[in-house]
């Protein structure tokens, strides 16, 4: 049983040809559509915008326009755009810039092709995905930007959209750092309905992604209900 009809759309951008080719050839032959490719980060952020891919491939080490400011840009430009970080730097720092960015997964280089095949899958449903070992330091991230002042409207705003009762339990999830596949396991409902409740929060509360997303809930003590 598959979730989409058509084949997610990929574009995968690195500064070194021969990498960049093996992966498009790689993800092209698994039954990805991969729509464009680009060796720098200019080049990166015009043909993301042209391509219109559902998950953006990305190194992080780009000449031009480093990998996590093509992040944000095309990610502020479509916020329905997945980005997947395929990096050679595990470094914390790297991790939780890109993350800051607008990253939905880090995968390292290491990572085998069916790994980053899953991992593209799985980031073209807004499914975070991380390398193992980094999961935690994100979510760790995640509370520490939650303890900052945050710029949106404050908690005590009379005019908060209301969430439903399950929209609420899903997001409470979501701040625990549980997976989509994990969430929707723990509820006993199927993974495209998490997807859907997720979509519908983020609409309602007006934000843009599952960093904000999670901010939001632990901002409101929801992650230690």
Known sequence: MTER????????VDDHPMWRDAVARDLAESGFDVVATAGD???????ARAAAPDVLVLDLNLPGKPGVQVCKEVVGADPKLRVLV??????????????????????LKSAS??????????TAVGDPVFTPGLAGLVLGEYRRLASEPAPAAETGDPGAPRLTDRETEV?????????YKQIAERLVISHR???????????????????????????????DA
């Open 171 to 179: 997001l409470r999830l979501v701040a625990k750092g549980l997976s």
């Open 86 to 107: 395929l990096s050679a730097s595990g470094e914390h720092a790297d991790v939780l810039e890109a993350v800051k960015s607008g990253a939905t997964g880090y995968l």
């Open 113 to 122: 092709t069916e790994e980053l095949q899953d991992a593209v899958r799985r």
């Open 193 to 223: 309905t998490v997807q859907n409740h997720v979509q519908n929060t983020l609409g309602k509360l007006q934000l843009h992604n599952r960093v904000e997303l999670v901010r939001y809930a632990i901002e409101r003590g929801l992650d």
């Open 41 to 47: 980060g200019d080049q990166a952020v015009r043909r």
């Open 5 to 12: 009809q058509e084949p997610i759309r990929v574009m995968v």
